[in-house]
């Protein structure tokens, strides 16, 4: 028997295979992956953006601070008064709480809208995989070879140059 023949005999179980496999496990598989992408980058967008709201709050809070501080230690003229207004101002700026929530709110908006703009092509296969039938089996192949490749690259570096350590 030849390699030809072989091929021949094989393909129609091939061609069958691929004809049960591309059918419903492939779509509930595409909509299973369409969900879990678009789960992945909503956690990695919340993550982010709670991260990016706590160092904008420390960093904003920090020269803030020492605005405020360098003001209050500076005067044009000795005055006992101008002192304690200036110490009361102080306090009362320090204090302030409304500052916190702004920098926060700005800082988790900023990184949540800049990741998921980032997975723009990912929310979109998903919308894909959950919403379309034969489209749909496409877009979940596609989201399942960005899968692989984010295990193969990312996690476990295949593929990645090598740098040195850093000590």
């Known amino acids: ?10 393909l129609p179980k091939v061609g069958a295979a691929a004809k049960t496999l591309g059918g419903k496990p492939l ?3 595409s909509k299973v992956l369409g969900a879990a992408t678009v789960v992945g980058v909503i956690y990695d967008a919340h993550i982010n953006g709670r991260e990016k ?3 904008t709050d420390e960093i904003n809070t920090a020269d803030r601070y020492f605005n405020q501080y360098n003001k209050y ?3 044009d003229k000795p005055s006992a008064t101008l002192s304690k207004l200036k110490k009361w101002w102080f306090n009362t700026e320090k204090n302030f709480g ?27 296969l998903s919308a894909l995989a959950l919403k379309c039938k034969n489209i749909g089996k496409v877009a979940g192949v596609l989201l399942a070879a960005n899968g692989i490749k984010t295990i193969l690259y990312d996690v476990m570096g295949i593929g990645t140059t090598k740098k040195q350590r850093h000590y």
Do not use: R
Request: charged share 10%; hydrophobic share 40%; net charge positive.
């Open 98 to 124: 409304y500052y916190h929530i702004v920098d926060q709110t700005k800082g988790y908006t900023s990184q949540f809208i800049k990741t998921i703009g980032e997975n723009l092509p990912l929310i979109g």
């Open 53 to 55: 709201a706590i160092s």
């Open 1 to 10: 028997m030849t390699i030809i023949s072989k091929l021949q005999s094989a």
């Open 27 to 29: 779509g509930i598989a």
């Open 73 to 75: 230690m500076t005067m």
